[in-house]
């Protein structure tokens, strides 16, 4: 079993930045990728970057270049660096660490708005 927390979403102005965390605990042995997904009312959940183990990174399009994923493997934590935020960047943002398993977090509300 692995047990994800998230925090640092909130709400911001458009152009603003956040930071989210995400720590990990229980089997932390056996996680190998972590990421970050999120989902926008009325949307499916889509993602937005993973990060393995060896800190090897795939970041969406609709992002890269203002969102940056990163991993402290000491800490058990993924965090996404979330910069230049659009309105539409606006969703509830989901940990996920995968062993054999797929974990999820409860989910942090990131909203972007004037």
């Known amino acids: 079993q692995v047990q994800l927390v998230e925090s640092g979403g909130g709400l911001v102005q458009p152009g603003g930045s956040l930071r989210l965390s995400c720590a990990a605990s229980?089997?932390?042995?056996?996680?190998?990728?972590m990421g970050w997904y999120r989902q926008a009312p009325g949307n499916q959940r889509e993602l937005v970057a993973t990060?393995?183990?060896?800190?090897?990174?795939t970041v969406a399009d609709s992002v890269k270049g203002r969102f940056t994923i990163s991993r402290d493997n000491a800490k058990n934590t993924v965090y996404l660096q979330m910069n230049s935020l659009k309105p539409e960047d606006t969703a509830v943002y989901y940990c996920?660490?995968?062993?054999?398993?797929?974990?999820w977090g409860q989910g942090t509300q990131v909203t972007v708005s004037s």
């Open positions: 229980g089997n932390i042995f056996a996680i190998n990728n």
């Open positions: 996920n660490a995968e062993t054999r398993l797929a974990y």
């Open positions: 990060i393995t183990r060896g800190g090897r990174t």
